[in-house]
């Protein structure tokens, strides 16, 4: 029975990040596209990528590290199919950063525990999310015979820095959220 019970609050709150990454993704879709902060790096990217790490970490710190990675997989292929990646060839690119920052969120909140390890995964997190997309979505970019080298470049800083702003707001909001989840999930989920 008990691990019955564990299964089914699993698969309901990965559902609940899930449907909270699509709503945040579908409320992104309605933000002015042209606001820009700095180059490619747009306000829609900033709110949006922000509240997306802010779910993505959320689900691997107060449910597993699963629940954070299936909602990271699932929120690539979303944003896909709702048009907001620009190249829906990079989706195994973004998939994989969102599953890092995951990991690193499980790790840093669940396995070590304390504000000082929480602060630490949130920073290492951001940084190896960033790494790998500052790695691989330009290589990626490169084998693809019709993207221009104009937009290559454009898209490689798009997956760049702006992904460490986004991601260390959203563990800055997680940090802030955590406590009062956790207190709501009864400390974790056993």
């Known amino acids: 029975m008990a691990k019955t019970d564990h299964k ?17 993704q ?13 180059g490619p790096f747009s306000l829609n ?8 790490n802010l779910v993505l970490i959320l689900a691997a710190a107060s449910v597993s590290a699963w629940s954070g990675v299936t909602c990271g997989l699932i929120s690539s292929i979303l944003a896909a199919l709702l048009g907001m990646t620009p190249v829906p060839f990079i989706v195994p690119a973004i998939a994989l950063g969102n599953a890092v920052i ?4 499980w790790f840093f ?21 960033c790494a ?10 490169r084998i693809l015979p019709d993207i221009s080298s104009k937009q290559v470049q454009m898209l490689s800083v798009m997956f760049s820095w702006p992904q460490f ?15 009062a989840l956790c207190r709501s999930f009864d400390g974790h989920m056993r």
């Not at 579908?26 to 700095?38: H, T």
């Not at 990217?45 to 997306?52: D, P, R």
């Not at 909140?109 to 999310?129: C, I, Q, S, Y």
């Not at 563990?171 to 959220?177: F, H, N, Q, R």
């Open 165 to 179: 702003v986004t991601a260390i707001i959203g563990g800055i909001l997680a940090l802030t959220v955590y406590p």
């Open 8 to 24: 089914i609050k699993w698969i309901t709150r990965t559902a609940l990040c899930t449907a909270l990454v699509l709503l945040v």
């Open 102 to 105: 995951a990991v690193a969120a």
């Open 26 to 38: 579908m409320i992104g879709k309605l933000l002015p596209a042209g606001v820009v902060i700095a």
């Open 45 to 52: 990217q900033l709110i949006t990528g922000s509240l997306v």
């Open 132 to 141: 790998v997309l500052w790695l691989t979505v330009p290589a990626l970019l």
């Open 109 to 129: 909140f669940k396995e070590l525990k304390g504000t000082g390890m929480r602060v630490t995964g949130v920073v290492l997190g951001a940084a190896a999310k």
